[in-house]
């Protein structure tokens, strides 16, 4: 007979995912998750499968919660020009993270780290930055009605190139440049809007 699970899977996804963000794939390992979770390993296993797969369970989970706490200006109803704007503004210092370990963005570092040797992961990265064009684009939709921006702008071109430099500004931050650097560099590239 199964043993019943003793834990609550979403905290030590979660667990895994700070994990993971200090650390990388590499230098991760499932016993620090079950040291920092408190979670057996046989439990860590028997829900999640293998690091890997605990990996990109993570690294599917942390899209999902950045969806709903830095990119949250842009899924309002109705989000136009200055939620975008309001999402780059505040973006910078929600992911400088001075008192962590962790560094810039799990997804941005997956990418980097992963991104030309493991093709699920390369396609987690891709999906979670072509999602975010996607809402980018209907925001400026939206901005191009409410005539904040000319009917002409390539709205498609726009929004990709700021899902790139979203993702330019996380890279920042995960290599340690300063908060007003990265404030800086989102300010020339907000300048595409005006």
């Known amino acids: ?110 990418g980097v780290e992963l991104g030309a040797q493991d093709p699920e992961a390369r396609s987690i990265v891709k999906a979670f930055f072509d999602d975010l064009a996607v809402v980018l684009e209907t925001c400026l939709k939206r901005a191009v009605e409410n005539e904040e921006i000319a009917a002409e702008t390539d709205i498609r071109r726009i929004a990709k190139f700021l899902a790139t430099e979203f993702r330019a500004l996380l890279m920042l931050a995960g290599s340690g440049e300063s908060l007003r650097d990265i404030e800086n560099h989102v300010e020339v590239a907000l300048q595409v809007l005006d």
């Not at 016993?31 to 408190?38: A, H, L, N």
């Not at 962590?100 to 799990?106: A, D, E, F, I």
Request: charged content about 30%.
């Open 1 to 110: 007979m199964a043993r019943p699970r003793e834990f609550d899977p979403q905290a030590a996804l979660q667990t895994a995912i700070e994990v993971f963000w200090e650390k990388g794939f590499f230098d991760a390992s499932v016993d620090e998750v079950v040291k920092r979770s408190g979670v057996a390993k046989y439990g860590i296993y028997g829900t999640f499968g293998t690091k890997r797969e605990l990996f990109l369970q993570a690294l599917r989970q942390y899209g999902k919660d950045r969806r709903h706490d830095i990119q949250r200006p842009i899924y309002e109803p109705n989000a136009s020009l200055p939620q975008i704007r309001r999402f780059f503004k505040e973006a910078p210092k929600r992911v400088m993270h001075k008192t962590s370990n962790r560094r810039g963005c799990l997804l941005c570092n997956t």
